[in-house]
């Protein structure tokens, strides 16, 4: 196990300490753009553009996370069936529905609307089904290759690739799509997805795994070992909150990609940009918040993320309310801080998932983690889109502020947010310090470090003090 190989988890460098990281981070890349846009706004776009109501948008964005939890049914079988072979299995599965999808745009000419749309759903539904199956062996490969002491900066990594790829993705997507894109732009987009996820299996094969275990696996029913996850006290406070944070922000790109094409009426290409935007605030952001999560703990970094994503929240509030001027700099500002908190809050919670996973029964509780959390995402596009449907005609004013669904859409994602803030003060964590301590260092230790670091290249001297420590 790569928890207890303290000869590993003492390296120095997490190359070191993790040979397949390379070939991790070189499935991350091409996976991303593969994602971004079978997933991502240009999936949203399309359907947009072939009619599709916000409910149907939000039910095959709810797609993703419902599908996951098949990995409850997987969860018991992968450390039999190996790893890397449920991976392999569930990806290659996934390319050919792609291939699929892509065919979708360029049979316009005789296929009708109504059509391409269920024939997309069906293509989606396959996708996902065979992604969700897969992902349950995920995670636990994770926990096994990457020693505890480097997870929060593998995860940070993992996310600047990832966000590097996204914002690259959605911008040439951008470029692709134009303002008045056409089905011909749509589909080589897929196609462009396809190659993506092709490139990602050449990695994926390159990726060390431990061997499976022998014999067979002991299927208990479902409702049993999950209940045995379930009774784990600090494990449930865990669940709890990621389900609470997923259903608030689970519909969030969704449907402000939807608000800024036909509430605010920019073009398309303008608003791949703007998404394009909060991987900036990731890549500014993602190895800061890791560092600060392998040193001061998982709590305090969701704390204060969580403070900056409620700021964000109440901004698109106060911008759908018209008191802040919907300008195409305000929405990149937002973001960037939107992205800047996400990826914060992404790396601090799954790396207490992974430092607090029940020592007997890791894999299940993962699994749970990550079911839960997406039949709480299902939740959020299904319930968030019927709610906008259903808000869509009613428009009361206050004054001169126009109530429309929007603004209730940002108002309730906020109140979900300072709920959250009360579960994150319930979660054990023996390594946390106090939040205003890891804010002190991040305004002021990690920048002065980054300073005398190019202080010292530059000059080609060292500084025999450095910036202020911890105690």
Not at 23 to 42: D, V, W
Not at 92 to 118: D, M, Y
Not at 287 to 308: I, K
Not at 327 to 333: M, S
Request: net charge positive.
């Amino acid at each position: 196990m790569a928890d207890s190989d303290s000869s590993v988890a003492n390296h120095p460098s997490i190359l070191r300490a993790m040979p397949s990281l390379p070939a991790m981070l070189g499935f991350a890349m091409p996976n991303a753009i593969s994602f971004q846009i079978a997933l991502g706004p240009p999936l949203v776009l399309m359907a947009r553009h072939w009619g599709a109501s916000s409910f149907y948008i939000g039910a095959i964005a709810a797609l993703v996370p419902l599908l996951t939890m098949t990995q409850l049914y997987m969860a018991p079988r992968v450390e039999y069936l190996g790893f890397k072979r449920v991976m392999l299995a569930g990806w290659t599965g996934r390319i050919v529905t792609l291939i699929l999808t892509a065919a979708l745009p360029f049979c316009s000419g005789f296929l009708s609307r109504r059509f391409q749309l269920e024939a997309l759903f069906a293509f989606m539904f396959l996708f996902n089904l065979l992604r969700g199956l897969a992902t349950a062996s995920w995670m636990p490969w994770v926990k096994e290759l990457v020693p505890e002491r480097w997870r929060g900066r593998y995860l940070s990594a993992e996310q600047v690739v990832v966000n590097i790829s996204s914002a690259l993705t959605l911008f040439g997507c951008g470029w692709v799509l134009g303002d008045d894109p056409g089905d011909f732009q749509f589909g080589f987009l897929f196609i462009v997805s396809f190659v993506a996820g092709m490139t990602s299996l050449y990695f994926l094969k390159r990726i060390d795994c431990p061997p499976p275990l022998e014999g067979a696996p002991t299927l208990e029913p479902v409702r049993r070992w999950v209940n045995r996850v379930w009774r784990v006290k600090p494990f449930r406070r865990l669940i709890r909150l990621n389900m609470l944070w997923t259903f608030a922000l689970g519909a969030w790109g969704t449907f402000t990609v939807v608000y800024l094409r036909d509430g605010l009426h920019f073009p398309e290409r303008i608003i791949l940009y703007m998404s394009a935007s909060s991987t900036l605030g990731a890549l500014l952001s993602a190895w800061v918040w890791g560092l600060m999560a392998d040193r001061f703990g998982s709590r305090p970094v969701m704390a204060l993320t969580s403070r900056l994503i409620l700021l964000t929240a109440l901004c698109w509030l106060l911008l759908t309310l018209g008191l802040i001027p919907p300008a195409v700099g305000t929405v990149l500002i937002l973001y960037i801080l939107l992205g800047m908190g996400t990826s914060g809050f992404g790396v601090a919670i799954n790396q207490y998932s992974l430092n607090n996973a029940p020592a007997g029964f890791p894999v299940l509780a993962l699994s749970l983690f990550a079911a839960t959390s997406s039949f709480s995402s299902a939740l959020s596009p299904f319930l968030w889109g019927a709610l906008l449907d259903l808000l869509a005609p009613v428009r009361p004013r206050v004054g001169p502020l126009l109530l429309h669904q929007y603004v209730w859409f940002y108002a309730l994602i906020a109140l979900m947010i300072v709920a959250s803030k009360h579960l994150i003060r319930q979660l054990p964590d023996h390594k946390a310090a106090a939040t205003h301590i890891v804010l002190y260092h991040m305004i002021t230790d990690y920048p002065l470090r980054t300073l005398y670091a190019v202080q010292g290249m530059l000059t080609g001297r060292t500084r025999r003090e450095g910036p202020p420590t911890r105690g």
